[in-house]
């Protein structure tokens, strides 16, 4: 039930919560950014706020997005803040007290303008570094992108420069007279599996699955 | 690769792309709210977005969300918009074209200004609500929250009225040329998995897990 970990926006405290601490190390952020699939995109809308979830690439220090250069794409207007942020949910902490119920996680968020790439040899390559974030090994079995396709997306770059990383992991943080109860208390592990490729119904006989859809 | 689905900002579009399409159902909406853990939670700052992971809970059209009463709380301070999203990723789609590769997905995306609960009464039941989403079972187990926890906690409710439900399934949606490449086409499914309790090394002997964390 305690919010605070997840609810701060302090992006620089340290250590205030056990088990808890901000990570100012850069293979921490590549780590988290690495491992996910997808993330929240948080935009200003008529001084509104909008999240949306959508596939990204990171390579070295620059993010990758894409959008339709559709007019209703959240990507297409001009140069604009952005947030980017992904999360991986690694269990559920039950607490002896309710209040201090809470999940162990790793999250990276990231600030900043987003430069939009022109050439198609950038794009390019912003689109490889989402492809091989989003589906790795498909780069190089797909089709690539015809000259009309590149031309209908837009591939924005994000510097990582203002990046905050937050984990927390561990035990339940009990106050200390709580731990006379006769409560049960621990973490509930959650992660992220892959199944079993499923084939296209309309797939032509004979094409094996790729290797690395069988690892 | 094809960023169409996710990146549309239109909250009402309908049946644009193959195998994707809007819900208006309340259904749907309670199922994706219902079945996650954490939202990711936008809000705007000094101008630019912010997006964070938080936990939330759902009771009848309202959604629930809290976070510490101090200063640093992104729900602290005035009523504001916010945007809550809950995304499940439930498959990779692995297209013939690396354009038109995607994810599965089912997201619901809830706009408003939420209004703060004052009274105890109404900020327990928000608590409830959270917890049960959370950690469901743990309301009636753990300690409850003394008035001093009570106090420290600002509890949100954020109705469901303006809510946008998208939902993409099934197969690669290539281009109908695209059918004769010889490259494997299909879906590489995604769940999240709980793993089984790890006890708080702190917890005292004979104390049993209960029940719903064991099912």
Same mark, same amino acid.
């Given at each position: 039930m305690s919010s605070t970990p997840l609810s701060s %926006? *302090? @992006? %620089? @405290? $340290? +250590? @205030?919560?056990?088990?808890e601490r901000s990570r100012t190390d850069r293979s921490a952020l590549y780590e988290i950014l690495d491992e996910a699939r997808i993330c929240h995109l948080g935009v200003v809308v008529d001084g509104s706020p909008r999240v949306i979830p959508t596939g990204y690439g990171r390579s070295g220090d620059t993010l990758y997005l894409h959008g339709s %250069? +559709? =007019? /209703? /794409?959240? $990507? #297409? +207007?001009?140069s604009q803040d952005i947030c980017v942020t992904v999360t991986h949910l690694d269990g559920i902490v039950l607490a002896r007290s309710l209040f201090h119920h809470s999940v162990n996680y790793r999250s990276a968020v990231i600030y900043g303008t987003p430069h939009r790439l022109i050439g198609d040899d950038e794009k390019l390559e912003g689109l490889r570094a989402i492809t091989e974030s989003l589906a790795p090994g498909q780069w190089d079995l797909a089709r690539r992108p015809t000259p009309k396709e590149l031309a209908a997306t837009t591939v924005l770059a994000l510097s990582l420069r203002e990046a905050s990383v937050k984990v927390r992991q561990g035990p339940p943080s009990d106050d =200390?007279? *709580?731990? #006379? $109860? *006769?409560v049960w208390a621990g973490v509930l592990p959650v992660r992220q599996v892959f199944g079993d490729p499923v084939p296209d119904p309309a797939l032509r006989p004979g094409i094996p699955v790729p290797p690395h859809l069988t690892g």
């Open positions: %926006t *302090d @992006r %620089t @405290r $340290l +250590g @205030r919560y056990r088990n %250069t +559709g =007019a /209703s /794409s959240l $990507l #297409a +207007g001009p =200390a007279e *709580d731990h #006379a $109860l *006769d």
